[in-house]
């Protein structure tokens, strides 16, 4: 019943019905989350562990997913085991990225969609113009984590941090955190742990500099 | 995290938009292009699609045959909602069940943080059962937790993301 090495999820077969994730949990109360129909089961034999993707995987569930055929056809008892995964829990955004994307910071962000709801107050007397239905629900996120009054001095002062060979997607995430010690960044960064010797200096005067930029909320 | 995207588009415009008012193009090809932006909610690669910024070119338009549209090849930026693995977010609690807890972040409705991701949170059962731990932290409904992503998975159907959160690692848990 239990997994040997599991690198991947075990999967019952698909006999349950498809059903959406919300419409399950509700009836649902054992471990089992239910996405797509298909039932996981979070060790309730005793297995605190589980295992939800290979290490050599992305980590994203569509790898075990989609391929539907590697020994996922355990029935309701799939136990499995954990993979070390938090130590491979790391920032790979940079890598999946194609070139014309670019990651920005909440409060870069706020300060756009801001501005874009603004011109929306005018531009609503013309029925024909419309928003995406998540543009509401981004922009209340993007102004809940913004700490940060100036997003161009924020990036200027992370800027710096570039040479060491920081990405732009951990600037941002550094910047959506708002870390207030060294250690914090490197528990929150996991990805930056192997530039620590290099770094610890530079990221202190980074992270004073960016106190200085917050909002007193 | 959020994205600046730049991508190609292509803008149909019917024949009946085309008259002699000219000047009024670039408008119609605009106010096309925010529609159609804002009717696909979300894709697997870019994610949750928030605004459209700038129009950055108009290729020249393509008269189509059968139908006399025109299409219109344009470029523009616009920004989108996308939930990386590792990456660190705060999500509002919004349901909670014996094994695990709800949250939503943003545009995404289902992340879900299983018992066995929240390190020493215990459930406490009752009329509206939460999870606290020793120190009397607790995740219960409305409650901001900040963790860190697991996996996310694109459900094609529902056009929406579901993504597996954790709380293993100093700094994350519920934020005051």
């Given at each position: 019943?239990?997994?040997?090495?599991?690198r991947?999820?075990?999967?019952?077969?698909?006999?349950?019905?498809?059903?959406?994730?919300?419409?399950?949990?509700?009836?649902?109360d054992?471990?089992?989350?239910?996405?797509r129909?298909?039932k996981?089961?979070?060790?309730?034999?005793?297995?605190p562990?589980?295992n939800?993707?290979?290490?050599k995987?992305?980590?994203?569930f569509?790898?075990?997913?989609?391929?539907?055929?590697?020994?996922?056809?355990?029935?309701?008892?799939?136990?499995?085991?954990?993979?070390?995964?938090?130590?491979?829990?790391?920032?790979?955004?940079?890598?999946?990225?194609?070139?014309?994307?670019?990651?920005?910071m909440?409060?870069?962000?706020?300060?756009?969609?801001?501005?874009?709801?603004?011109?929306?107050?005018?531009?609503?007397?013309?029925?024909?113009?419309?928003?995406?239905?998540?543009f509401?629900?981004?922009?209340?996120?993007?102004?809940?984590?913004?700490?940060?009054?100036?997003?161009?001095?924020?990036?200027?002062?992370?800027?710096?941090?570039?040479?060491y060979?920081?990405?732009?997607s951990?600037?941002?995430?550094?910047?959506?955190?708002?870390?207030?010690?060294?250690?914090?960044?490197?528990?929150?960064?996991?990805?930056?742990?192997?530039?620590?010797?290099?770094?610890?200096?530079?990221?202190?005067?980074?992270?004073?500099?960016l106190?200085?930029?917050?909002?007193?909320? | 995290?959020?994205?600046?995207?730049?991508?190609?588009?292509?803008?149909?415009?019917?024949?009946?938009s085309?008259?002699?008012?000219?000047?009024?193009l670039?408008?119609?090809?605009?106010i096309?292009?925010?529609?159609?932006?804002?009717?696909?909610?979300?894709?697997?690669?870019?994610?949750y699609f928030?605004?459209?910024t700038?129009?950055?070119?108009?290729?020249?338009g393509?008269?189509?045959?059968?139908?006399?549209?025109?299409?219109?090849p344009?470029?523009?930026?616009g920004?989108?909602?996308?939930?990386?693995?590792?990456?660190?977010?705060?999500?509002?609690?919004?349901?909670?069940l014996?094994?695990?807890?709800?949250?939503?972040?943003?545009?995404?409705?289902?992340?879900?943080?299983?018992?066995?991701?929240m390190?020493?949170?215990?459930?406490?059962?009752?009329?509206?059962?939460?999870?606290?731990?020793?120190?009397?932290?607790?995740?219960?409904?409305?409650?901001?937790?900040?963790?860190?992503?697991?996996g996310?998975?694109?459900?094609?159907?529902?056009?929406?993301?579901?993504?597996l959160?954790?709380?293993?690692?100093?700094?994350l848990?519920?934020v005051?």
């Amino acid at each position: 019943m239990s997994e040997k090495g599991g690198r991947m999820f075990s999967l019952p077969t698909k006999t349950t019905p498809k059903s959406s994730l919300k419409s399950t949990a509700g009836k649902d109360d054992n471990s089992a989350k239910s996405k797509r129909g298909r039932k996981v089961q979070f060790g309730t034999e005793g297995s605190p562990d589980v295992n939800f993707s290979s290490p050599k995987s992305d980590g994203k569930f569509a790898t075990p997913f989609g391929k539907g055929g590697k020994g996922e056809k355990i029935a309701n008892g799939g136990k499995t085991h954990v993979a070390k995964e938090s130590q491979s829990l790391e920032l790979r955004v940079e890598q999946e990225l194609p070139e014309n994307i670019k990651c920005l910071m909440d409060c870069e962000a706020a300060t756009i969609l801001e501005g874009i709801q603004d011109q929306m107050v005018i531009l609503s007397s013309d029925p024909t113009i419309k928003l995406p239905e998540s543009f509401g629900s981004g922009l209340q996120y993007a102004k809940t984590g913004s700490y940060y009054t100036n997003p161009q001095s924020v990036r200027k002062v992370l800027q710096s941090l570039t040479k060491y060979g920081v990405s732009n997607s951990e600037i941002c995430v550094i910047a959506n955190t708002c870390p207030e010690t060294v250690d914090e960044v490197f528990a929150l960064v996991r990805s930056l742990e192997a530039k620590r010797s290099k770094i610890t200096g530079p990221l202190k005067d980074v992270l004073d500099e960016l106190a200085k930029l917050k909002t007193s909320t | 995290m959020f994205l600046k995207v730049q991508m190609p588009w292509n803008v149909i415009i019917p024949a009946d938009s085309l008259d002699a008012k000219g000047l009024m193009l670039k408008k119609a090809i605009v106010i096309r292009l925010m529609d159609e932006f804002a009717c696909k909610k979300a894709t697997k690669d870019l994610g949750y699609f928030m605004a459209v910024t700038t129009l950055e070119s108009i290729g020249e338009g393509r008269v189509r045959q059968n139908s006399g549209d025109v299409l219109f090849p344009v470029v523009f930026s616009g920004i989108t909602f996308k939930m990386y693995r590792g990456e660190i977010l705060q999500g509002v609690v919004h349901k909670i069940l014996k094994h695990g807890v709800f949250l939503r972040c943003g545009p995404v409705q289902n992340i879900y943080l299983s018992h066995i991701k929240m390190p020493d949170y215990q459930y406490v059962p009752g009329e509206n059962g939460i999870f606290m731990n020793d120190k009397h932290s607790k995740i219960d409904k409305d409650v901001i937790v900040r963790f860190i992503v697991i996996g996310t998975k694109w459900m094609e159907a529902e056009r929406e993301f579901q993504a597996l959160v954790s709380l293993e690692g100093d700094y994350l848990g519920p934020v005051s």
